[in-house]
């Protein structure tokens, strides 16, 4: 699976790194050099974070179908247990 971000996201992407690079790296990088980084996240590193990122809502939706029964239980067979009150 490809991981692709919209135009907007990808630009407001590069935009940081180069931010990141110019704060924190001995020599800034230019627009195409971000791209090619970015791209690279992408492509190598993205699915891993993307791939943690579904285990972790598969168990939290399987945390809540546990929990479910509790929330909606019914007592069964409740009328007699009623009526010699």
Same mark, same amino acid.
């Not at 490809?2 to 020599?27: G, H, P, V």
């Not at 800034?28 to 690279?40: D, E, Q, R, S, V």
């Not at 590193?45 to 479910?68: G, H």
């Given at each position: ?11 407001? /992407?590069?935009?940081?790194? &180069? ?6 790296? %001995? ?6 050099? =971000? ?17 943690? /990122?579904?285990?972790?809502? &598969? ?6 179908? %546990? ?6 239980? =019914? ?11």
């Amino acid at each position: 699976m490809t991981i692709e971000l919209d135009r907007d996201t990808k630009t407001r /992407a590069i935009q940081s790194l &180069q931010r990141y690079f110019d704060e924190n790296m %001995e020599e800034p990088i230019g627009n195409i050099t =971000a791209n090619a980084l970015l791209n690279f996240f992408l492509q190598d590193i993205a699915p891993s974070v993307y791939n943690q /990122a579904v285990r972790d809502v &598969q168990a939290n939706m399987q945390q809540k179908t %546990e929990d479910l029964d509790i929330e909606v239980h =019914a007592d069964e067979f409740q009328y007699w247990p009623k009526q010699k009150r």
